[in-house]
């Protein structure tokens, strides 16, 4: 009888202990079970009445789980991402084979840095003494310096590959860029230097007599050239044409100058490009930028520039061979049928339009760096290991 009375009062309190701790799970936890259920159902509904919405928007976010260990996984997410870089940048410098150092001795130098190469500058302002940057493209390291400070016999030549950027557009640039030529040639013959390419804003009437005596062709070092303007020496074998590339140097723009200009871009359909004293002008690529069309005066301006052996399609011949979609005119008296045709373009039409152009302008200097950096290593890197 006591064996049995014992057996009940033992299953009365493990009955106890049960319901204690279901009438416990169900205080504790029941409560945050039914609350995301309930909201679930109102967002199925989508037709809850605002205040019904508002509490159960609450009581959502009443429900959220706080986790503490939050901020550290996060943290932790952050550093293996960092971690990840630095090997992949360490395991990309390892494999570099070439490495090239590109001196910017004219503003043009920034339009195949931060727009071609699309690199960064440090420090970033602008008007610093000395600037520099690095960029890896394939197998082949670049660095590029600039600014005031960058001058002849001051600064560390480290590497046996050197492109050069001078201005020879005037005369007065045509004496500052001689003596980087004849700095260039003296380490050249001093074995310091092994291989020199030379970007160069030649001049508007493509009169470039002056740079001919350092060609390597004609006995002198310089194994490669890049003009600006369609000169009529580009073979595409030695000398290649180079873009004029938007306005990088405006010593008399200011912030507000600026950004008027660029909202006018941004707000235009079409922008007017003539000639000046070069077919070629800055407005072109400026204008690309922001996806407003060129209509350009497709003529030849005077002087020496024109067709070449390799291309006869004068003037912008490296902007027409690779399709760029402008609007060419012979004629000013062709603009009125021009606009009278943009009347009939729907809004639709012409934001597609500038979407394919914007398109073309970040193909153009991809293409650009491409031919560029092939060129480099196909003419005198593939045998350097400097």
């Known amino acids: 009888m006591r064996l049995t009375r014992k057996r009940l009062c033992s299953f009365l309190i493990a009955l106890y202990c049960l319901f204690s701790l279901y009438a416990a799970y169900h205080v504790f936890f029941g409560r945050r079970r039914r609350a995301p259920a309930a909201s679930s159902r109102g967002l199925r509904k989508g037709v809850a009445p605002a205040r019904e919405r508002r509490g159960r928007e609450q009581s959502t976010l009443g429900s959220e789980e706080w986790n503490p260990w939050e901020g550290d996984e996060k943290n932790e997410q952050q550093h293996r991402f960092k971690t990840s870089l630095q090997i992949l940048n360490k395991s990309t410098k390892g494999k570099t084979d070439f490495h090239v150092q590109i001196w910017g001795k004219a503003a043009i130098g920034l339009y195949l840095w931060e727009h071609i190469f699309e690199g960064l500058l440090d420090p970033t302002d602008v008007t610093a003494q000395w600037r520099e940057g690095n960029s890896v493209v394939g197998r082949t390291h670049y660095s590029f310096i600039t600014g005031p400070a960058v001058v002849p016999g001051y600064f560390p030549v480290g590497v046996n590959n ?41 001049n508007e009437h493509c009169h470039n ?26 073979n595409d074998m030695d000398i290649f044409q180079w873009p004029l590339g938007v306005a990088t140097w405006q010593p008399q723009e200011t912030n ?34 922001y996806g407003s069309v060129p209509v350009v005066e497709d003529i030849m301006t005077a002087g020496s520039c024109g067709n070449t052996s390799v291309n006869h399609n004068a003037p912008l011949q490296l902007l027409k061979s690779m399709d760029a979609p402008f609007i060419f005119i012979k004629n000013w008296n062709e603009l009125p049928a021009i606009l009278e045709k943009e009347k009939t373009l729907i809004l639709q039409e012409k934001i597609q339009r500038r979407k394919m152009l914007l398109h073309w302008y970040q193909h153009f200097k991809t293409e650009l760096k491409m031919r560029f950096t092939n060129i480099l290593e196909s003419s005198f890197l593939m045998n350097n290991k400097g």
């Open 162 to 202: 050197v492109v050069l950027i001078l201005n020879g557009r005037e005369k007065a640039k045509v004496f500052y860029a001689t003596q980087w030529l004849l700095y260039a040639q003296n380490l050249v013959q001093t074995q310091k230097l092994q291989h020199l390419a030379v970007v160069l804003l030649g």
């Open 256 to 289: 507000e100058s600026l950004k008027n200009y660029q909202d006018a871009l941004l707000q235009s359909d079409l922008t007017l490009c003539p000639v000046g004293v070069n077919t070629e002008c800055y407005r072109i690529y400026e204008a690309c930028s």
């Open 209 to 234: 007599e002056w740079i001919s005596q350092f060609l390597k062709r004609n006995g002198g070092f310089v194994e490669l050239l890049f003009i600006i303007y369609d000169s009529p020496w580009i």
